[in-house]
């Protein structure tokens, strides 16, 4: 579809850029034109409504509708513009990673809060970082805390490195491409917190994902036959990663609290005991996050 030029004003072009997503199927029409005019304006979108008479210049229009046809093929709003708000901070985001979400900002919020007490330095493993936005946000708000995050992906790392440095942790986080369930990596028990948003979503689920998600990275998103591939493989590695009473802490499906529990109480009896896991529950009051201290 070709770029309309009748247009001149700021509500013009946005009810123009909603009309052709509604056409396209996607949700929120209005909210995402408007957050795309907000990029463009270089304001925050409750401001856009304030500038419904203001004439957009060529290059304005040329931006704000390319946009609009980008978000019209069903790619996410984050990678449409470039960043995503998580926990206060705005990350850079790209197609390589998973657009951060609610979801995630509520497990950093868990480790905050079990981790924020503490005193001196601590070392905090985080198991497929992707954009870097937990470890930095964690390196934010811990400011004695050493992050060490890894990913097997080098176009992730390379963005994790720049929202690093972007949010000025970029000394206290290191970013590693290595696969600690290897049995010969670190070999000696060394973090205060292992943290990780696994893949959880079942295989056989991923078609039923929305447009958007689907097109998120696929590695990311697939945890095997029941979902949980990824979650045992985190778990198997605690008993070489997590010192006596270190964390562990994960994001899950909303139906796989008693299936991870499950899989600790094997950790258990295979010499690696954990506390009892306590489940937190996200903002739509749905299971989302595994809590666990190793205590041996």
């Known amino acids: 579809m070709s770029r309309p030029q009748a247009i001149t004003t700021v509500s013009g072009w946005l009810q123009r850029g909603a009309e052709h997503l509604r056409r396209q199927g996607v949700d929120e029409c209005e909210a995402n034109a408007e957050f795309i005019m907000a990029h463009v304006l270089e304001l925050k979108r409750p401001g856009v409504l304030a500038q419904g008479t203001r004439t957009l210049d060529e290059k304005q229009k040329h931006q704000f509708w390319h946009l609009i046809l980008e978000r019209a093929k069903r790619l996410p709003l984050a990678y449409v513009l470039g960043e995503q708000p998580f926990l206060g901070l705005d990350f850079l985001v790209t197609p390589s990673v998973l657009v951060p979400r609610p979801e995630t900002e509520g497990l950093v919020e868990a480790v905050l809060e079990e981790l924020g007490g503490t005193k001196g330095p ?175």
Do not use: M
């Open 122 to 296: 601590q070392h905090i493993l985080e198991v497929g970082t992707g954009s870097g936005c937990i470890s930095v946000a964690l390196a934010v708000r811990l400011p004695e805390a050493f992050l060490y995050a890894t990913d097997i992906s080098r176009a992730a790392l390379e963005l994790a490195e720049r929202n690093a440095r972007r949010h000025g942790v970029e000394r206290r986080v290191r970013l590693l491409r290595e696969d600690l369930f290897r049995p010969e990596a670190r070999p000696t028990p060394w973090a205060d917190a292992l943290v990780s948003n696994p893949p959880y979503i079942p295989s056989g689920d991923l078609r039923g994902l929305s447009a958007e998600v689907l097109r998120e990275p696929f590695l990311a998103l697939d945890g095997g036959k029941d979902g949980l591939d990824a979650v045992r493989a985190i778990a198997a590695s605690a008993i070489r990663l997590l010192k006596p009473g270190g964390l562990l802490a994960l994001e899950i499906g909303s139906d796989q609290a008693e299936a991870v529990r499950g899989i600790l109480a094997r950790q258990a009896a295979a010499g690696c005991p954990f506390e009892e896991p306590r489940i937190r529950k996200d903002l739509q009051g749905l299971d989302r996050v595994v809590l666990a201290r190793r205590c041996c």
